[in-house]
Antibody
Framework: QVQLVESGGGLVKPGGSLRLSCAASGFRFSDYYMSWIRQAPGKGLEWLSYISSSASTKYYADSVKGRFTISRDNAKNSLYLQMNSLRAEDTAVYYC??????????????WGQGTLVTVSS | DIQMTQSPSSLSASVGDRVTITCRASQSISTYLNWYQQKPGTAPKLLIYAASSLQSGVPSRFTGSGSGTDFTVTISSLQPEDFATYYCQQSYSTPRTFGQGTKVDIK
């Protein structure tokens, strides 16, 4: 069955860096766009970034542009999020999700269980 | 950026009730609208895509409708497992924005 498993979360000091990973299985990862979405404690969902299936196209929310970098390795069925210059407001559960396309719309069909990132001194 | 506004922010209902949640976009998004359900401590789950298409495995008591700027999701007869938070999300343009959520709890 389809699985997305995030890892790499933890406690980091303001200004620090963290790299999240998302391991995919059970579907043809290389065919899918993928996204990162986060949820601050007690808050709603915030889309952060997507990457095309070939990694040729990437897009970021303004809140993370210039600080976060999305990447993927299709040979390893893995998605990554490099997070630099972390701030307290980046504290959240981070989800990876498949950006499934069904003409003409994209939707987040498969989700990981999430990994918690806490930014605090 | 397209703003998505849900109403109400929360509601209390009983098992068997008919429940409707509304989502309004700040500009027309055709039918590029998806709905998700999230239970505490778990990842969101896709319920409806393209405004009215039911995701595989989702019970038929969930119905989505709307186009342009106004959308609804209706639960025809609320079941105990439906108590959760519901989010709308637009895929018309990037950034792909979510509504703030509607929490459905037990009356």
């Amino acid at each position: 069955q389809v699985q997305l498993v995030e890892s790499g979360g933890g406690l980091v000091k303001p200004g620090g860096s963290l790299r999240l990973s998302c391991a995919a299985s059970g579907f043809r990862f290389s065919d899918y766009y993928m996204s990162w979405i986060r949820q601050a404690p007690g808050k709603g969902l915030e889309w952060l970034s997507y990457i095309s299936s070939s990694a040729s196209t990437k897009y970021y929310a303004d809140s993370v542009k210039g600080r976060f970098t999305i990447s993927r390795d299709n040979a390893k069925n893995s998605l990554y999020l490099q997070m630099n210059s972390l701030r307290a407001e980046d504290t959240a559960v981070y989800y990876c999700a498949s950006d499934t396309y069904s003409n003409p719309i994209y939707y987040f069909e498969y989700w990981g269980q999430g990994t918690l990132v806490t930014v605090s001194s | 950026d397209i703003q998505m506004t849900q109403s109400p922010s929360s509601l209390s209902a009983s098992v068997g009730d008919r429940v409707t949640i509304t989502c309004r976009a700040s500009q027309s998004i055709s039918t590029y609208l998806n709905w998700y359900q999230q239970k505490p401590g778990t990842a969101p789950k896709l319920l409806i895509y393209a405004a009215s298409s039911l995701q595989s495995g989702v019970p038929s008591r969930f119905t989505g409708s709307g186009s342009g700027t106004d959308f609804t999701v209706t639960i025809s007869s609320l079941q105990p497992e439906d108590f959760a938070t519901y989010y709308c999300q637009q895929s018309y343009s990037t950034p792909r924005t979510f509504g703030q959520g509607t929490k459905v709890d037990i009356k």
